[in-house]
């Protein structure tokens, strides 16, 4: 009487998925950008300190923050790797073949043991229905 009709829409399954997938991939690369930033800002941090503030003069490396830094390069590169390329060789419609594999693997496991549990019970039965034979004495 007094209460408002709710229009409540219902999201199947497939949106859903959809859904959460975009939502991953957003955050992927949200944090991709997140690293980029931090890495900008620390390496402009390591080139301020060892020259201005001569941190590390006395290490045995004498440019050792270019050092620092192409490292860090190399796992932010190994990071947009992950996420722009290995993501799509191996995204959900790779895992998805994946658990399909694994799950008729398990399926004929299981099969095959089921068919053996059924041998040896047949085979029991057998035996149990068999009378005892008399030993013979050569």
Wanted: aromatic share 12%.
């Amino acid at each position: 009487m007094f209460s408002k009709s709710k229009n409540t829409v219902r999201i199947d399954a497939e949106q859903r998925e959809q859904y959460e997938y975009a939502r991953k991939r957003v955050v992927q690369k949200k944090r991709l950008m997140q690293h980029f930033i931090v890495f900008l800002a620390g390496s402009l941090l390591l080139i301020i300190i060892n020259p201005v503030l001569g941190i590390g003069k006395d290490f045995f490396i004498k440019n050792w923050f270019v050092w620092a830094i192409l490292i860090w390069a190399l796992l932010f590169l190994i990071h947009v790797f992950n996420v722009f390329i290995m993501n799509s060789f191996m995204g959900k419609e790779w895992e998805d073949r994946q658990i399909e594999k694994l799950k008729a693997k398990q399926q004929a496991k299981i099969d095959a043991l089921h068919l053996e549990v059924e041998k040896e019970i047949t085979t029991s039965q057998i035996k149990k229905n068999d009378p005892p034979q008399e030993p013979t004495n050569l």
